[in-house]
Each structure stands twice: as C-alpha cells, then as structure tokens.
C-alpha cells in the first residue's frame, strides 16, 4: 500500500522559512491527492494544504500567503513550502494521502509519523 516519511522538521526563529518534505512508497502516486495537516497540543487537527492528481490545490485561511504546497511526481515527493513562520505555526506536521477525498475536512486514509516545527519568538 502506501507508505509515507515526512522530513524537513526543526526549530526556527519566528520569520525564518522551512520546507517539509514527504516522500511516498506507493505505485501510482500521481493518482492520489496528497494533504498536509497539522496538530498542536490541546487544539484540534488541522488541513493545512491539499494538492490534487492535476497540481491543483487548497491552502487554508490561516497559513494562505505563507505556505505552498507542490508536487514531483517523478521524484513521488510532495512539499511544503513555510515562509514567515510564526509561534502559532509550532505543530506537529504530518502528510496524508488518499485515492477518492480531497478536501482539507477529509479523514484520508493513508498518513506518515509527523515532523515537528517548533517556531520561536
């Protein structure tokens, strides 16, 4: 089935930029929509970004102007892009996949172990 490692995590100064990276072991990755999500301690989950089999994608209201979400379907890597990192981007940040949903209110079915950000004033 589909296997999925995030990477990229790490501790940054608030304004400073990184990029996660999931790499997915699965036939026919193109097909899939692939999702960032992120979780913080004693809030609820939440999509980040989405990005569909033709390179379209979503990227929720809190993040939108300061993350990117892209695809290489050669390399089976999808990214996100964090610029301008904030206190309240610390989360820990995991990717999903799933063959049929694509929308940030999915639960999908496949998901990776997570990478944490922690953003420092």
């Known amino acids: 089935q589909v296997q999925l490692v995030e990477s990229g995590g790490g501790s940054v100064q608030a304004g400073e930029s990184l990029r996660l990276s999931c790499t997915a072991s699965?036939?026919?990755?193109?097909?899939?929509?692939m999702y960032w999500f992120r979780q913080a301690p004693g809030l609820e989950r939440e999509g980040v970004a989405i990005?569909?089999?033709?390179?379209?994608?979503s990227i929720a209201n809190s993040v939108k102007g300061r993350f990117t979400i892209s695809r290489d379907n050669a390399k089976k890597i999808v990214y996100l892009q964090m610029n301008s990192l904030q206190p309240e981007d610390t989360a820990m940040y995991y990717c999903?996949?799933?063959?049929?949903?694509?929308?940030?209110?999915?639960?999908?079915?496949?998901w990776g172990q997570g990478t944490q950000v922690t953003v420092s004033p």
């Open positions: 999903a996949a799933d063959l049929y949903t694509c929308n940030l209110a999915a639960d999908p079915k496949y």
């Open positions: 699965a036939y026919d990755f193109k097909r899939y929509c």
């Open positions: 990005i569909d089999m033709m390179d379209g994608t």
